[in-house]
Structures are given as structure tokens and as C-alpha cells.
């Protein structure tokens, strides 16, 4: 079925339209949450909560990509359930990759941050628009969905070495980029 028709059916309030959305974007909600959340119980609730809350969602929104939102709330949620889960102990893989965007990318902690938030989105959409397309694809891997090295590299056909430096390089480029649009000090 095509992301429209399962909208509709968002829209008509049918039952359909959860079983239709789980059979289309089930396994990339699943690994988005699960790069995340580990724990498959934790796994579970999160996909469960993440087809609640675009329910709850459409209508009234209409969206145009419907994977993306679909995955960009099963992201969210699984972040919040991580943080509320993990907010004294540290060092889970997506910590990891995280940590390594820590130098490059400036936190957010002021009043200010919902502002500084978009602006800075809006940096690096406008950074990984000019980049080459497998760069934007591995960055993307590795900072969005939380995939390990080991399993960009198994995916890409590239070995873990060659996936490691090219991050390095997308984020020393990313950092001078960020400079130079006065993100950075």
C-alpha cells in the first residue's frame, strides 16, 4: 500500500491503517528504536507507543514522507525512554556515537536552545546537502539511526577502518563548516 492510501486510512480513523503502517515501516521502526533501546521488552513498548502516538498525530497532520515521520517519532521516543532510563549511568553504543559528535557539534542548554536548535539543524542540513552522497549516507547511519561502525560497514561493503576515517573526515569538515557559520567559537 503507498504512504497516501495508508494516510487515509490515518484520516478515516480505520484500524487498518496501524496493521498497514507496521507491515510497511515495521522493521525500520523496530532498528531505529533498537539502536537506541537495546533491551527487546524496552523495544517492543517503544513501537507499540510510537504507532499510538501517530495515530494520535494524523489527523491532523498530513505527512508528506511518511517513513520519515514515522521514524523520526520512534526515534524521539526512544530517546526520551532512554534518557529517563539512563540518566545517572552512561555508555551504551549510541553514547558512543554520540560522544564522537560532542567536539563538533555545540551543546544546547540555554534559554535559547529551541532557537539555537534550528538554527543549528538548518546548518547541517545545509552541510550534508553539499556532501557526497555516500558520506551523508554513513553520517546519517551512524548519527541518526545509531548504527555501530560494524554494521555500516557490513552494509556499505566497506571495512570498519574505511567507514571510521570517513566519519572522521564528515566531522572535522563539519566542524569547520560550523566555525565558519559562527555555530562554533
Known amino acids: ?59 491532523p497532520q498530513r505527512p508528506q514522507y511518511l517513513g520519515a515521520f514515522v521514524c523520526r517519532i520512534a526515534r524521539n521516543l526512544s530517546l526520551s525512554r532512554y534518557h529517563a532510563d539512563n540518566a545517572q549511568k552512561r555508555r551504551s553504543r549510541y553514547d558512543v556515537a554520540l560522544d564522537e559528535l560532542e567536539e563538533t557539534v555545540p551543546a544546547l542548554s540555554s534559554v535559547e536552545s529551541e532557537y539555537d536548535a534550528k538554527e543549528l539543524a538548518a546548518c547541517l542540513n545545509e552541510f550534508l546537502a553539499h556532501q557526497p552522497k555516500q558520506d551523508r549516507y554513513l553520517f546519517l547511519r551512524r548519527y541518526w539511526h ?40
Open 1 to 59: 500500500m503507498k504512504d497516501p492510501e495508508i494516510v487515509e486510512l490515518f484520516f478515516k480513523r480505520s484500524e487498518q491503517a496501524i496493521a498497514e503502517l507496521s507491515e510497511k515501516y515495521g522493521n525500520a521502526v523496530r532498528r531505529v528504536i533498537s539502536n537506541v533501546l537495546p533491551n527487546p521488552r524496552d523495544t517492543e513498548e517503544c513501537t507499540n507507543d510510537t504507532y499510538l502516538q501517530v495515530w494520535n498525530t494524523i489527523p
Open 146 to 185: 545509531g548504527d555501530s561502525v560494524a554494521q555500516i560497514a557490513q552494509v556499505t561493503g566497506m571495512n570498519a577502518h574505511a567507514v571510521s576515517v570517513r566519519l572522521y573526515r564528515v566531522r572535522q569538515r563539519l566542524q569547520a563548516y560550523l566555525q565558519k557559520e559562527g555555530m562554533l567559537a
